[in-house]
């Protein structure tokens, strides 16, 4: 980068007119400080050289960024002479535009503040200017420390501190607030960081599109190389670019307690310079010993059906349900089992794609897949040659991981017909679904009833875990709680002061509430919104729940209850709270349910003829067969879960 010193114009005078992003050199794209971009064009700001700290300011046609919003403050600076001036885009934007192109100091910049920035004072300019500066500083120092050791091709693709520690910072918190995927949701200038938390999905931050791609860099560039100490190595194929498809995997100790696994998955779009990261988080200080299933919080009649594994030495156990629904962690803990009630005298090996989370004592063989790049490319370790190999291997039991087509099918089958335990999950709504999915998996009808060969299938959702602290209790069905509460209206809600992003402040503050008091109040009480914010809020909530028909809602909890064969007065049916200091945002984790299936002669010879309608209808009366839905009523009467999320995963609750 030296090199381009001299012969880089010094003056905005004699910059190239650059008109997209992609369009930037390489060095600039990576190396330099970007304020803000549209469609149609954008300034960034680059150093130049390193010792010397030299801008040189890249822009568009003044006409473009008139078009941008008008409220938005381009900021103008005379380092030299330490001054600096507010100016409004819309009228004088052009002038400025014109002075700096007149002018041969090269110490003349323009600084464009995007969305991040809400300048008020001039003291406040100065104290952004000094905090950039002194950042700008110690990134060169950075900079030049790293320089020292590593080619200009790594300089480039490397992540600055300053955004390893955002990318950590985000996802200790995420961690901390029991975040099940970490998003970044980049658009043409501003991102959104948004988490899933017990499967809410809420934004969380805005920064710029810069800082977004930064923190990509980051993750895939720095955290998969395992630099820092004690960090170890993961899986990345080439460089960083936000917008192509990537995947790849990371593990990160983030100070002394958060050891996590992510597998990251880079979505670019393919039309825009918008794009997507997503993290699914895995928590690596979680124990690898067997779980109960009643500590699980799956219900009575699941888990009496579950004692079936526990005598289980052959044939197929499958879990099945949707994307999210934990059928992989439910799997594990199904080994995990096997492994600890046979006091670790079976030989279990596991064909993941790729292998998801460490499991003691179990043998995992990580498979090349024809998609994706984040497992080995080698064809050795195909799924067809890790399973032949693992028919020699004295195995006693195989888990499959997710049967997707007609290897995995075929393979699991083999392990099955062989007299092993098998193991797998399938991507259906329902268990019964599991026979008619194998059969388009190019499996004959009379193998997959043939006795024996599955003997269980379970499945599930996983549904938000309502907090005990401050759940509400039901009072009668003419007095349920409205659909959408306080917490939805303000989770996009942008004040009318400005438009930061106040969800860390919401957070708090429904862990500082008290009981029976409005989340709105409480905001209001700490100064974050003020009375117009309130009263937006609450004319909002009113819109939201417009047309939910309360009164029928209401109708079908009470049948619900009618339902449950239980006393009503050892009911305790709940809503989702207000939020409290033991929870967020009223829950406190995710409760499964779930239906199980164990076939039987008669079940299987209707399957056999084709006959599914009949099958489930024999399950459900011959076999003791309790949906899914009916499961959750259970959940729904003990007051773990809130009747309205069970209605938005599952089927509508029983009419009245
Ligand atoms: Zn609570």
């Not at 012969?7 to 330099?32: Q, V, Y």
């Not at 988080?281 to 010993?289: A, P």
């Not at 030989?347 to 790729?354: G, H, L, R, S, V």
């Amino acid at each position: 980068m030296e090199s381009r010193n001299n012969g880089t114009p010094r003056s905005t005078r004699n910059s190239k007119l650059i008109t997209r992003r992609s369009e930037l050199p390489m060095d600039i794209r990576f190396a330099g400080e970007f304020y803000g971009e549209s469609d149609e064009g954008f300034i960034a700001e680059h150093v130049l050289t390193k010792k010397e700290r030299e801008f040189m300011f890249i822009f568009s046609d003044a006409s473009v960024l008139e078009a941008n919003n008008p409220e938005l403050h381009i900021l103008v600076f005379l380092e030299e002479q330490n001054q600096t001036v507010p100016l409004p885009a819309k009228n004088k934007l052009r002038s400025i535009i014109k002075y700096l192109r007149q002018t041969d100091d090269s110490n003349v910049g323009i600084n464009y503040s995007g969305n991040i920035l809400s300048y008020s004072s001039e003291s406040s300019i100065k104290e952004e200017l000094k905090k950039r500066l002194s950042e700008r500083e110690k990134s060169i120092s950075d900079d030049l420390a790293a320089s020292k050791d590593t080619s200009r091709e790594a300089e480039n693709h490397k992540a600055g501190k300053r955004y390893i520690t955002m990318a950590e910072d985000y996802l200790k918190e995420a961690m901390e607030l029991g975040a099940s995927d970490f998003h970044i949701e980049a658009e043409e200038s501003k991102a959104y960081v948004r988490l899933r938390i017990h499967k809410q999905l809420i934004d969380i931050d805005e920064i710029t599109h810069h800082d977004a791609s930064q923190i990509g860099l980051a993750f895939y560039s720095e955290f998969t190389r395992g630099r820092g100490e004690g960090q170890v190595k993961g899986i990345a194929e080439g460089t960083y670019n936000e917008s192509s498809l990537l995947d790849a995997e990371f593990s990160r100790k983030i100070g002394g307690n958060i050891s996590l696994k992510a597998r990251m998955v880079n979505i670019g779009l393919n039309h825009s310079s918008a794009f997507n990261i997503v993290l699914r988080l895995i928590d690596k200080t979680k124990t690898s010993e067997a779980i109960p299933f009643e500590k699980l919080n799956f219900s009575r009649n699941v888990c009496r059906k579950l004692r079936i594994l526990e005598t289980a030495s052959k044939g197929a156990i499958l879990v099945v349900g949707v994307t999210g629904s934990g059928k992989s962690t439910t799997l594990q803990n199904m080994v995990q089992h096997e492994r600890d009630r046979t006091g670790n005298t079976r030989k279990i090996y596991t064909i993941e794609q790729p292998v998801e989370s460490k499991i003691d004592r179990v043998i995992q063989i990580n498979a090349a897949g024809d998609e994706g790049k984040d497992v080995p490319a080698d064809k050795n370790f195909s799924f067809d040659n890790i399973n032949r190999s693992l028919m020699r291997g004295d195995p006693d039991s195989i888990m499959y991981g997710e049967i997707r087509d007609a290897i995995t099918a075929k393979a699991m089958q083999k392990g099955a017909d062989s007299g092993h335990l098998v193991y797998g999950t399938m991507h259906v709504k329902s268990a019964i679904e599991a026979y008619p999915r194998l059969e388009s998996f190019g499996l004959s009808r009379e193998n997959i009833a043939r006795n024996g060969f599955i003997v269980l299938v379970m499945c599930l959702h996983l549904l938000p875990r309502l907090c005990p602290h401050c759940s509400i209790p039901y009072r009668g069905k003419h007095s349920v709680p409205e659909r959408y509460s306080e917490f939805d209206a303000i989770a996009n809600y942008r004040k009318k002061s400005d438009s930061r992003n106040i969800m860390r402040e919401v957070i708090a503050a429904q862990k500082s509430i008290q009981p029976g008091m409005s989340l709105l109040r409480e905001l209001q009480r700490k100064g974050v919104i003020d009375s117009r914010d309130v009263y937006d809020l609450q004319q909002k909530i009113k819109i939201m729940n417009e047309g939910s028909e309360s009164a029928a809602f209401g109708d079908r909890v009470e049948s619900v209850i009618r339902s449950s064969m239980m006393p009503r007065e050892d009911t305790n049916v709940r809503f989702k709270g207000p939020g409290c200091k033991e929870c967020f945002n009223g829950t406190v984790g995710v409760a499964p349910v779930a239906e199980v299936l164990i076939p039987d002669d008669s079940f299987l010879s209707f399957v056999r003829e084709g006959r599914l309608d009949r099958a489930e209808l024999y399950w459900k009366s011959n076999l003791e067969g309790i949906t899914i839905t009916q499961d959750s009523y259970e959940k729904i009467v003990s007051g773990m879960i809130d009747p309205r999320d069970a209605e938005a995963e599952l089927p509508e609750l029983l009419g009245s």
